[in-house]
């Protein structure tokens, strides 16, 4: 073969290399584009939403239903209002729960969620009313820390 014909080849093989690493990079950055029309929105207020970010996975039974797509200080309440964007296809109660939980011991943080007993659903741009924040590893460690302190100082 030519010498141009290979360096032909070999030009789109990097550029097909590229275009993968590129693919994948956003694959794992939750980056890729995805339709608005075929999710709804609920809100969620948390007192603590830990490392919660944008794009974070929201589940229900390990299964990905949605994604985080806002996280704002609410000035009446004070407290984070997380805006969840929800595919149309998973239909929530309107007493599900919503918990910030972390994947292994120091992963990524996702919302977890668990539905209720109730018969009627949460419509589109309702508020979740049962919540749990993020549990935050600093704040634990201080608790425990502080609960020893009492301890040796009551002796």
């Not at 919540?131 to 549990?135: C, F, I, K, P």
């Not at 040796?152 to 002796?155: E, P």
């Given at each position: 073969?030519?010498?141009?014909?290979?360096d032909?080849w070999?030009g789109?093989?990097?550029?097909?290399?590229?275009?993968?690493?590129?693919?994948?990079?956003?694959?794992?950055?939750?980056?890729?584009?995805?339709?608005?029309?075929?999710?709804?929105?609920?809100y969620?207020?948390?007192?603590?939403?830990?490392g919660l970010?944008v794009?974070?996975?929201?589940k229900?039974?390990?299964?990905?239903?949605?994604?985080v797509?806002d996280?704002?200080?609410?000035?009446k309440t004070?407290?984070?209002r997380?805006?969840?964007?929800?595919?149309?296809?998973?239909?929530?109660?309107?007493?599900?729960?919503?918990?910030?939980?972390?994947?292994?011991l120091?992963?990524?943080?996702?919302?977890?969620?668990?539905?209720?007993?109730?018969?009627?659903?949460?419509?589109?741009?309702g508020t979740i009313t049962i919540?749990?924040?993020?549990?935050v590893?600093?704040?634990?460690?201080?608790?425990?820390?502080?609960?020893?302190?009492?301890k040796?100082?009551?002796?």
């Open positions: 073969m030519k010498r141009s014909t290979i032909l070999v789109i093989f990097v550029a097909l290399g590229i275009a993968a690493v590129v693919f994948l990079s956003l694959k794992v950055a939750n980056l890729t584009p995805q339709s608005a029309s075929q999710t709804y929105v609920v969620a207020d948390f007192d603590n939403v830990g970010k794009k974070a996975p929201v229900e039974a390990g299964v990905l239903v949605g994604r797509s996280i704002r200080l609410d000035p004070y407290r984070a997380v805006a969840l964007n929800i595919d149309k296809t998973y239909q929530l109660s309107d007493d599900v729960s919503a918990s910030i939980l972390t994947s292994g120091l992963g990524e943080q996702y919302i977890g969620l668990q539905q209720g007993g109730s018969e009627t659903n949460l419509a589109p741009g919540t749990s924040s993020a549990l590893l600093e704040q634990l460690i201080g608790k425990f820390m502080t609960g020893f302190a009492g040796d100082a009551s002796k």
